[in-house]
């Protein structure tokens, strides 16, 4: 019984793994865990000149050449920065609350493939450009993704901090909405190829990507990933401008770095999985995968196209935040229940009547029909939500003089009313506009003060 479990399980995962020896396992971890690392400081560099072309400015340019150097002095100071503890905070959780962070945002890599099937160099072992796959692999995914939100609210918690707390619970809030978007804009790609393996997922884009052919879901997805990160304009946990930096408001030095780790990590988590699952994953783009035979989608080509791809959605990331502004929080949340959410249930109801008729009616659809259907409804959501001018303004009413004092105590004004002027603003008036003499003013002025 056993034996015929595990058959079936390896029939729904295209990618082999027969070769793997434990070095090659550790290797290709540490491998991920260094590239994971070394693109951060990428990312940071090129947020950093992206943001600057889009506001026209310099960006990093003095430290090293194109102020590459300049992510090693950053680095530098937030180590040697001082590590202040909070005393009034749980100090295990406190701590352990970053760490949690960025250990959930560095295992989502383990199931996606960055390329095709390689031999290594020197040796006779093939084996593909992946850690593992398995039948649920997606599903791993979002569990990972939805543990490493504890890391941010054990530390808003841990920080025993009001603006803390406030950043953590919106965080919880905010991850709970968008991940349930993005759960079900993942759902499409499920009833499209039949599985819950990256690898059989990417092995089904063969003739078109999942993002041209459900392209309602992948709009979704880019919209709940920029969410499911808190990057601008959905930064809410973390607002400056109200929360002082939000859950991490109580951290400094390299407990601070954690938490930066862990969020742009979990950006380039999103943008692989966005690759993987409507893009293609490592296979070239169209005309490209044509040439030679399909040469370009074999050995470490692969690489290229993935990386290429996943670098694109990082740009989305840098060009929203260089251009859109933050929202309010209930914009927000209202974005997420009555925007996407609605929009994600019936793309979901519409697709599954599609392939329910293609699959037990004598009524087959032809391969294009699910492509047009998806830019219909795409078609269809934009002529919806589009924005209707709003009718022109009445002319605003003179407003009403009202004496503050009338009721014995100070009211404020009602909505078109206005403060009578008081004695001495009538008395300055007077001085300033018929007569001006400054010696007079400045003799009222004194006048009242006394």
């Given at each position: 019984m056993?034996?015929?479990v ?24 540490v ?5 994971a ?16 072309r ?17 992510l ?12 202040m503890n ?14 949690l ?7 989502v ?19 593909p ?9 997606v ?24 603006y ?18 993005m ?21 089904a ?6 993002g ?24 809410l ?8 930096a939000g ?6 030095s ?37 040439i ?10 692969t ?18 935040r260089?251009?859109v ?8 949340m209202?974005?997420?229940w009555?925007g ?12 599954t ?8 009616t ?31 303004a ?8 009202v ?16 403060l ?20 007079e ?10």
């Amino acid at each position: 019984m056993t034996s015929q479990v595990l058959a079936a399980e390896s029939a729904e995962v295209v990618a082999d793994f027969s070769q793997d020896n434990g070095w090659i396992v550790a290797l290709k971890a540490v491998l991920i865990l260094i590239c994971a690392l070394v693109s951060v400081i990428i990312a940071i560099w090129f947020e950093r000149k992206v943001i600057a072309r889009l506001q026209q400015r310099v960006g990093p340019n003095v430290r090293g050449p194109m102020g590459l150097f300049q992510l090693v002095y950053d680095a530098m100071k937030l180590f040697l920065k001082e590590d202040m503890n909070v005393s009034r905070a749980d100090k295990l959780t406190y701590i352990v609350a970053p760490g949690l962070s960025v250990a959930a945002s560095l295992m989502v890599f383990a199931v996606i493939p960055i390329g095709g099937q390689v031999t290594i160099p020197w040796t006779d072992i093939s084996t593909p450009l992946q850690l593992t796959d398995f039948p649920v692999a997606v599903l791993y995914i979002l569990a990972v993704t939805a543990v490493g939100v504890y890391g941010i609210v054990l530390g808003g918690w841990s920080s025993r901090s009001t603006y803390s707390l406030l950043g953590s619970v919106r965080s919880t809030a905010q991850i709970i909405s968008y991940e349930l978007v993005m759960g079900m804009s993942l759902v499409t790609v499920f009833i499209m190829s039949g599985s819950m393996s990256t690898s059989t997922i990417v092995n089904a884009q063969g003739k078109l990507w999942y993002g041209i052919m459900l392209a309602p879901s992948l709009f979704l997805y880019i919209i709940s990933m920029i969410g499911e990160t808190n990057r601008l304009p959905f930064d809410l946990p973390e607002a400056e401008g109200e929360l002082v930096a939000g859950y991490m408001t109580e951290y400094s030095s390299m407990k601070f770095a954690w938490f930066f780790l862990a969020e742009y990590i979990n950006m380039l988590n999103v943008s692989a999985v966005c690759t993987t699952l409507f893009l293609g994953g490592w296979r070239a783009p169209w005309p490209l995968s044509a040439i030679g035979d399909g040469v370009l989608n074999t050995g470490y080509w692969t690489i290229l196209w993935f990386l290429a791809k996943t670098w694109l959605l990082m740009f989305v990331f840098v060009w929203v935040r260089g251009t859109v502004v933050r929202l309010r929080y209930d914009q927000f949340m209202r974005f997420g229940w009555k925007g996407l959410l609605p929009v994600a249930l019936a793309w979901i109801v519409i697709l599954t009547c599609v392939r329910a008729i293609d699959r037990f009616t004598s009524y087959h659809f032809n391969a294009w029909a699910v492509p047009i259907l998806s830019w219909a409804v795409v078609v269809f959501i934009i002529i919806w939500y589009w924005p209707v001018p709003d009718a022109p303004a009445a002319e605003p009413a003179e407003p009403v003089e009202v004496d503050a004092f009338a009721d014995g105590f100070p009211a404020p004004p009602l909505p078109g009313q206005v403060l009578a002027p008081s004695p001495r603003s009538a008395r300055l008036a007077v001085a300033v506009t018929e007569e001006f003499d400054p010696v007079e003013v400045v003799e009222i002025v004194r006048e009242e003060n006394s």
